[in-house]
């Protein structure tokens, strides 16, 4: 019995922190109410310049590398195959429908030393910025991605958007 009271209490806790957690996760979803789910990817990609397996990290706002986005398929850390091709960029994320993030969208690619959960030193992480609406500079965002060849990443990417930025601080 003297071990029972406690290991309730602990119990207790422990489902009090898990609640906590899903209502701040839903809250974070509700705020990103406005971001849009990824395009679908054409039939036709045209000429491919890249294809790799590769570990997807996150999707942030733009240069606000702590805000995560949870919406839209975006939220987790997951394995993802990434092509890039003339038309764009096709995203398949480990279960999630796959994504189209078009040339006309793109902003920059950079490499980053990190981002909401994750530290990768010498400029491990590849970012690729974008945006959901081309009339709405607040839709633009990061999604960051750790890389084998980060820089063949960053080079073939760099082919489709005018200028690159720098790396994310």
């Avoid at 240069?63 to 890039?84: E, M, N, Y």
């Avoid at 091709?85 to 690619?109: H, Y």
């Avoid at 909401?116 to 709405?136: K, Y």
């Amino acid at each position: 019995m003297d071990k029972v009271v406690p290991g309730l209490i602990v119990l207790a806790f422990i489902a009090l922190v898990f609640g906590l957690m899903a209502i701040g996760w839903r809250g974070r979803r509700r705020r990103q109410s406005d971001v849009r789910q990824l395009a679908a990817p054409p039939a036709e990609l045209g000429e491919v310049l890249l294809t790799e397996d590769l570990l997807y990290v996150a999707t942030t706002r733009a240069d606000s590398p702590l805000d995560r986005i949870a919406v839209a398929g975006l939220g987790f850390r997951s394995r993802a195959v990434v092509t890039v091709a003339a038309s764009g960029i096709r995203l398949d994320l480990a279960g999630e429908q796959p994504g189209f993030i078009a040339k006309d969208a793109l902003r920059g690619v950079g490499r980053a030393t990190w981002t909401i959960d994750r530290v990768v030193g010498n400029d491990g992480l590849v970012f690729v910025r974008w945006m959901s609406r081309t009339d709405d500079p607040g839709s633009c965002f990061d999604s960051y991605f750790r890389s084998a060849d980060p820089e063949a990443l960053v080079a073939a990417v760099a082919k489709l958007v005018p200028t690159t930025a720098g790396a994310a601080s």
